[in-house]
């Protein structure tokens, strides 16, 4: 089974511009859940989908959104990008019940200069 | 913000050696996950525990959980160089819903 893939691997944007992340779950899964990893602050939980549905939201502002499509693949938007969302994005799929396994991809590193 | 704190931030020791990994948290859980990550990558899924068991092995893992201490920790028996990773617990606490709240994470250098 082919795991969670997630593009741009890298990505270098300068400051007020925004970025589309591209997360495609394992087959089968429907639940895909994205995540920052920084230094600074660890790994934050950004939001989860759920069947095209937003089911649950971290303490991050209205600049990052998401969405999920009828395949399950998902794509998580921050506009007006700042020096602070420099950060590793990490996406995850599972089945969805909350004692599922989450599998994570390898991540899209975000530089913001 | 982190559910909880692992301890110790970093751990070296030398292959063949056990580790020992601890984790707090601070609300109660559905279940806690360990996830390994190499250097910047992605978290490979270790071992999941439910809240309402004390034990799991698997291979040479074994996690504990304490919830009435609200805590865990994962051993790592026999240790490899190829364990070198940061090492994370998260937990669950919304029924229903994925959502996973990580600890700030254990450092282990495993040298030869």
């Known amino acids: 089974k082919a795991g969670v893939t997630q593009t741009p691997r890298y990505l270098i944007k300068t400051r007020g511009q925004q970025v589309t992340l591209s997360c495609s779950p394992i087959?089968?899964?429907?639940?895909v859940s994205w995540y920052q990893q920084t230094p600074g602050q660890g790994l934050q939980f950004l939001f989860e989908y759920f069947s095209e549905t937003q089911r649950n939201k971290g303490n991050f502002p209205g600049r990052f959104s998401g969405r999920q499509f009828s395949n399950s693949r998902s794509e998580m938007n921050v506009s007006t990008l700042e020096l602070g969302d420099s950060a590793l994005y990490l996406c995850a799929s599972s089945l969805g019940r909350s004692y599922n396994e989450q599998f994570f991809g390898p991540g899209t590193r975000l530089t913001v200069l | 913000s982190q559910q909880g704190e692992e301890d110790p931030q970093a751990l070296s020791i030398q292959e063949g050696e056990n580790a020992t990994m601890n984790c707090s948290y601070k609300?109660?859980?559905?279940?806690l996950q360990w996830y390994r990550q190499n250097s910047g990558r992605g978290l490979v899924h270790l071992i999941l525990?439910?809240?309402?068991?004390r034990e799991k092995h698997s291979g040479r893992l074994r996690v504990t959980l304490d919830t009435s201490k609200k805590s865990s920790s994962l051993l790592i028996t026999a240790s490899r160089a190829a364990d070198t990773a940061s090492y994370f617990c998260?937990?669950?606490?919304?029924?229903?819903?994925?959502?996973?709240?990580f600890g700030t994470g254990t450092r282990l250098l495993v040298s030869p």
């Open positions: 087959s089968g899964h429907r639940s």
């Open positions: 609300t109660s859980i559905n279940n």
């Open positions: 525990i439910r809240s309402n068991e």
């Open positions: 998260a937990t669950d606490t919304d029924t229903g819903f994925q959502k996973l709240v």
